[in-house]
């Protein structure tokens, strides 16, 4: 099973960019689709974005689309969510997953190995 770590998060101000990490460990990290989650208090675990094994194919959610951008360095074992134009309805633990398959599926389910989660808030 796949280690993955989550770092980037914090504080950031409504218009702001931050942009999460998640590193690997593992030499299948290439062989996998990867994804990033997030929860909100009081909500539910939400998907936000996925990227197939190669990067040649990505996933949003419509919260997203058009701010965020998810990549990935299979060289380093990591993958990228560039998140400009926050919001503050964006705060959330969020959360970096690696998939059972290789295509940028959206449903939680397919998802076996997670991180433990790095913080957001967007202050208004």
């Known amino acids: 099973q796949v280690q993955l770590v989550e770092s980037g998060g914090g504080l950031v101000q409504a218009g702001g960019s931050l942009r999460l990490s998640c590193a690997a460990s593992?030499?299948?990290?290439?062989?996998?689709?990867m994804g990033w989650f997030r929860q909100a208090p009081g909500k539910e675990h939400e998907f936000v974005a996925s990227?197939?094994?190669?990067?040649?194919?990505?996933s949003y959610a419509d919260s997203v689309n058009g701010r965020f951008t998810i990549s990935r360095d299979n060289a380093k074992n990591t993958v990228y969510l560039q998140m400009n134009s926050l919001k503050s309805e964006d705060t959330a633990v969020y959360y970096c997953?690696?998939?059972?398959?290789?295509?940028?599926?959206?449903?939680?389910?397919?998802?076996?190995?997670w991180g433990q989660g790095t913080q957001v808030t967007v202050s208004s």
């Open positions: 990227i197939s094994w190669r990067g040649g194919s990505t």
């Open positions: 997953a690696a998939s059972r398959g290789r295509i940028a599926t959206i449903k939680r389910s397919d998802f076996g190995s």
């Open positions: 593992g030499p299948t990290f290439s062989n996998y689709a």
